[in-house]
């Protein structure tokens, strides 16, 4: 065969391209199914987690078999939102919610007390913010700013946040915390609606 001949120019590439795609799309399809299972149960592990944090639930997160066995125990999904039983008897009500943040959705979990005033939490679920900014979104500190706050809540400079109504923003990521406290107040509005019209 001929360097320069029209099959090796203009066919041979063609054929070789598409063998490399067979291969590549059969070992990508291969990952695919034999993770799907893993992947899925991962999934749900941290959805879990994601309503037992926003309900104010006590649990250890690396310990997968204690948070089955918790979410199982205490949380019953309602249409719209999930019930779920705390330590002390009271009940914690769960909303999802998005909204757009800088990069891309952020969805979030709130629980709220049986008034339907008073958070017991938030969690974040997925978002596309900037690691080392917008993703400080996910930090202890400033999820734990909004157990037993009422709304409409407001953002102030990164420290300052010292009455029952303001949270502390993320120095950096005004944007981002901007768009969290947007998403929390429009939850907040909404969660009377949402559990009362069961």
Request: aromatic letters at 10%; one cysteine or more.
């Amino acid at each position: 065969m001929k360097k320069d001949s029209f099959f090796a120019l203009r066919i041979y590439p063609l054929l070789f391209m598409g063998a490399v795609t067979v291969i590549c799309i059969t070992l990508v399809t291969g990952i695919f199914l034999s993770t799907e299972d893993r992947v899925r149960s991962n999934e749900l592990l941290f959805f879990r987690i994601a309503v037992l944090e926003a309900a104010g639930v006590e649990f250890s997160p690396d310990d997968y078999l204690q948070v089955q066995e918790i979410f199982e125990q205490r949380v019953v999904e309602e249409q719209g939102f999930y019930r779920v039983n705390l330590q002390d008897g009271e009940t914690s009500f769960v909303i999802s919610v998005t909204g757009a943040g800088l990069w891309g959705p952020i969805e979030m979990m709130l629980g709220f007390f049986e008034d339907l005033e008073t958070m017991t939490g938030i969690s974040i679920l997925s978002h596309n913010e900037t690691p080392g900014l917008g993703a400080r979104i996910e930090e202890a500190w400033f999820i734990e700013q909004f157990r037993g706050k009422q709304g409409p809540l407001t953002l102030v400079a990164e420290g300052t946040a010292d009455a029952p109504d303001e949270i502390d923003g993320i120095t950096g990521a005004t944007r981002t915390t901007v768009a969290v406290g947007e998403i929390v107040n429009r939850g907040i509005r909404q969660v009377p609606g949402t559990i009362k019209e069961e």
